[in-house]
């Protein structure tokens, strides 16, 4: 099955400076990635996603690039908040249906 | 309008107990899954519904674990016997598509479920 694997498992930054998350994954078929946000004690919330014929999508200030001859893609947060600060997971599929997560980032900002 | 829905939000259980955490999906909403989140992991996938057909149940750890979707809306996950390894969070995502689709899976809030 698929396997995702995701660094760093903790991040700290200052305020105003970016986040870079990587994940890589064993599947050559996986077609699907998306990346969540989980604050505590709430449910994960879809922040983006990419599709294996993009290599690159922006949205405000967070972007995901995807590189599929090496099988990794990466979350790029810039100007962080301290909103920001949260658990994030990547995860793959490769069946069109069930996700494989990563062990998730927990990103702190610090004002 | 109104998200993934899901109940209770805890659960306390004697081991050996039996227990049913429900899931409302978003209305219209064809697929839904379950899956395991143990503390400072990420989701883990349990079992997949397109409609009231359970059409993949391969990530169910035993044969304690049963999931439904009879009428093709609410779904219902049962542990019996609960040991204390079934404690995490259990969460259920729908989405609008079936497969082979892929659609943005919206996530519930939960049910962390302790076993004692």
């Known amino acids: 099955g698929e396997n995702v694997e995701q660094h760093p498992s903790t991040l700290s930054v200052q305020e105003g400076d970016s986040a870079v998350i990587k994940c890589t994954y064993s599947?050559?078929?996986?077609?699907?990635f998306p990346w969540y946000k989980q604050e505590l004690g709430k449910r994960p919330q879809l922040i983006i996603d990419i599709r294996s014929n993009v290599g690159e999508k922006k949205d405000q200030r967070i972007a995901v690039t995807l590189n599929k001859t090496a099988k990794h893609f990466s979350l790029h947060i810039t100007e962080t908040q301290p909103e920001d600060s949260a658990v994030y997971f990547c995860a793959a599929s490769s069946n069109d249906y069930k996700l494989s997560f990563g062990a998730g980032t927990t990103v702190t900002v610090r004002a | 309008g109104a998200g993934v829905s899901q109940s209770p939000r805890y659960k306390v259980a004697k081991r050996g107990q039996d227990v049913a955490l429900r899931c409302d999906p978003i209305s219209g909403h064809v697929s839904l899954f379950w899956y395991q989140q143990a503390l400072g992991q990420g989701p883990e996938f349990l079992t997949y519904f397109q409609n009231e057909a359970q059409l993949d149940k391969s990530g169910l750890p035993s044969d304690r674990f049963f999931a439904e979707r009879p009428e093709g809306s609410v779904s219902t996950l049962k542990i019996q016997r609960t040991q204390q390894e079934d404690s995490a969070v259990y969460l259920c995502?729908?989405?609008?598509?079936?497969?082979?689709?892929?659609?943005?899976?919206?996530f519930g809030p939960g049910t962390r479920l302790t076993v004692l």
């Open positions: 995502a729908s989405s609008l598509v079936p497969h082979p689709s892929t659609d943005t899976q919206y």
């Open positions: 599947d050559s078929a996986s077609n699907y």
